[in-house]
């Protein structure tokens, strides 16, 4: 696993190497932090749940979802997901309709999501 969350003064970078990037047909995302509007851990089950179609990427029943996906109820919108068997993911919500949401699994997610909290809130 090769997801990469970094925080500079004005941006947030979510990079995916190796694998990660063949699993989710993508190098990540980077976007400023005045698109951002929050970060969460949520359980990997209810993330799931909103997923709707698989556009581009990777999916393996219990093993590994990773790409970009529509959701339920949600018209438009998209997800950028690279996760694994976790209980828990790291979610971060950008103002953007595409993609709304980006999913990670990383072992420091509850960091990542007060430090990203943190730094939205200072904007």
Request: hydrophobic share 45%.
């Amino acid at each position: 696993m090769a997801i990469d969350v970094s925080l500079a003064d004005d941006a947030l970078t979510v990079s995916f190497t190796g694998v990660d990037s063949m699993w989710a047909v993508s190098g990540g995302v980077a976007l400023p932090l005045s698109e951002i509007t929050g970060a969460r851990v949520v359980a990997a089950a209810d993330a799931k749940r909103r997923l709707r179609w698989k556009l581009a990427g990777s999916g393996v029943p219990r093993v590994v979802k990773a790409g970009r996906f529509t959701v339920n109820d949600e018209t438009g919108v998209r997800e950028l997901w690279c996760t694994y068997r976790d209980p828990q993911f790291l979610e971060i919500t950008t103002t953007r309709d595409r993609p709304r949401r980006i999913v990670v699994q990383h072992p420091n997610r509850v960091a990542l999501a007060d430090e990203i909290n943190a730094r939205v809130a200072g904007k």
